[in-house]
C-alpha cells in the first residue's frame, strides 16, 4: 500500500469517529493551555491515526495537534502530519465546517495530503507530481486535477479569511479594500477553495505545522502557492512556531504579498 492509499484509509477511519461525536449530546470540551478548545473527538481521531502509523509504518515519526511529537522528529526523514479536527471551534458549536487534516513529511517537503470534511461531505487530497483531486456533493464523484485560477489582478480576485483577529496593522483592511470580492469561509477550506479554483486569494495571520501542512500538497500540485505573509517558505522543523500563511492561484501571490508587507 502506498502513502497516498494509507492517508486514504486513514481519513475514512477519522471520519467514523468524528461523524459520530458531531452534535452528540454527550460531547465533552475541555480549554487547553492555550485557551483553545479541544472535545473528545480530537483526541480519539488522533489516537486511532497514531495507531494506524504505528502498526503500518512503525518506522515513521508522528506530529499531531492533541499528543505531540517525539523530541527527536527532525532525526527522521518521514513525518505524518495530523490535526484530527481542524476547525474545533466550528465542531463543538454544531457548525460544519471542520475536517481531520493528514500530511506525510519526506525530508523538507510535503509528498502528500489529504483533507477530509465528512460534515460537508467533501474530501480534498495530493501527492508529489500526481495531481490534487476532491470529491464534493450531490454525487460526491471524483472531480480533478484541480486547478488554480488564472485571475491575474487584485482587483478581480476573489479573498476569503476566517476572522480579523490576529492581523498585521491595516494589513486585513488593505486585502478587503483591493480585492474585488471578501468572504469569510474560514481554516482549512479557505485555502483549498484556491486549489479549486473558485476563490483566487486565502490568508490566515497565525497558524501552526498541524494547520498547513496537509493543505501544502493540495495547493502546490493545483498549481497555486503558499507561502508566509512575507514570501518566505512555511516552516516545517518547529511544531510550536506559529506563523502566517497566504494562499493563491500563484499569478497575484506577489502583489499581495506586497499589500501585506506595506
Given at each position: 500500500?502506498?502513502d497516498?492509499?494509507l492517508?486514504?484509509r486513514?481519513a475514512?477511519?477519522?471520519d467514523v469517529?468524528s461523524?459520530?461525536?458531531f452534535?452528540a449530546?454527550?460531547?465533552?470540551?475541555e480549554?487547553?493551555?492555550?485557551?483553545t478548545?479541544?472535545?473528545d473527538?480530537?483526541?480519539?481521531?488522533?489516537e486511532?491515526?497514531?495507531?494506524m502509523i504505528?502498526?503500518e509504518?512503525?518506522?515513521?515519526a508522528?506530529l499531531?495537534?492533541e499528543?505531540?511529537?517525539?523530541?527527536d522528529?527532525?532525526d527522521?526523514?518521514r513525518?505524518?502530519?495530523?490535526?484530527?479536527i481542524?476547525?474545533?471551534k466550528?465542531?463543538?458549536r454544531?457548525?460544519?465546517?471542520?475536517a481531520?487534516?493528514?500530511a506525510?513529511?519526506?525530508?523538507s517537503d510535503?509528498?502528500v495530503g489529504?483533507v477530509s470534511?465528512?460534515?460537508?461531505?467533501?474530501?480534498w487530497?495530493?501527492?508529489?507530481?500526481?495531481?490534487?483531486?476532491?470529491?464534493?456533493p450531490?454525487?460526491?464523484s471524483?472531480?480533478?486535477?484541480?486547478?488554480?485560477?488564472?485571475v491575474?489582478s487584485?482587483?478581480?480576485?476573489?479573498f476569503a479569511?476566517?476572522d480579523a483577529i490576529g492581523?498585521p496593522?491595516?494589513?486585513l483592511d488593505?486585502l478587503l479594500?483591493?480585492t474585488?470580492r471578501?468572504?469569510?469561509?474560514?481554516d482549512?477550506w479557505?485555502h483549498?477553495?484556491?486549489?479549486?479554483?473558485?476563490?483566487?486569494?486565502?490568508?490566515e495571520?497565525?497558524l501552526?505545522?498541524h494547520?498547513v501542512?496537509a493543505?501544502?500538497?493540495i495547493?502546490?500540485q493545483?498549481?497555486?502557492?503558499?507561502?508566509?505573509?512575507?514570501g518566505s517558505?512555511i516552516?516545517?522543523?518547529d511544531p510550536t512556531q506559529?506563523?502566517?500563511?497566504?494562499t493563491?492561484?500563484?499569478l497575484?501571490?506577489?502583489?499581495?504579498?506586497?499589500?501585506?508587507k506595506?
Amino acid at each position: 500500500m502506498d502513502d497516498l492509499d494509507l492517508a486514504l484509509r486513514m481519513a475514512d477511519a477519522a471520519d467514523v469517529i468524528s461523524t459520530d461525536r458531531f452534535l452528540a449530546s454527550d460531547l465533552v470540551v475541555e480549554t487547553k493551555p492555550d485557551m483553545t478548545p479541544v472535545s473528545d473527538a480530537d483526541r480519539a481521531v488522533e489516537e486511532k491515526l497514531r495507531s494506524m502509523i504505528a502498526a503500518e509504518r512503525p518506522d515513521d515519526a508522528i506530529l499531531g495537534e492533541e499528543f505531540g511529537s517525539l523530541e527527536d522528529r527532525l532525526d527522521n526523514t518521514r513525518e505524518w502530519i495530523i490535526d484530527p479536527i481542524d476547525g474545533t471551534k466550528n465542531f463543538v458549536r454544531g457548525v460544519p465546517v471542520w475536517a481531520t487534516l493528514i500530511a506525510l513529511r519526506e525530508g523538507s517537503d510535503f509528498s502528500v495530503g489529504v483533507v477530509s470534511a465528512p460534515a460537508l461531505g467533501r474530501r480534498w487530497w495530493a501527492s508529489s507530481d500526481a495531481g490534487a483531486f476532491c470529491t464534493a456533493p450531490p454525487n460526491s464523484s471524483r472531480r480533478g486535477p484541480l486547478r488554480a485560477s488564472r485571475v491575474a489582478s487584485i482587483a478581480d480576485a476573489s479573498f476569503a479569511f476566517s476572522d480579523a483577529i490576529g492581523w498585521p496593522p491595516e494589513a486585513l483592511d488593505r486585502l478587503l479594500t483591493s480585492t474585488w470580492r471578501q468572504r469569510g469561509y474560514g481554516d482549512f477550506w479557505s485555502h483549498l477553495m484556491v486549489a479549486e479554483g473558485v476563490v483566487d486569494i486565502a490568508a490566515e495571520p497565525a497558524l501552526k505545522l498541524h494547520d498547513v501542512a496537509a493543505l501544502i500538497p493540495i495547493v502546490e500540485q493545483a498549481g497555486a502557492r503558499i507561502t508566509r505573509f512575507d514570501g518566505s517558505d512555511i516552516p516545517w522543523n518547529d511544531p510550536t512556531q506559529e506563523f502566517s500563511a497566504v494562499t493563491s492561484n500563484g499569478l497575484v501571490h506577489n502583489s499581495v504579498v506586497d499589500l501585506l508587507k506595506a
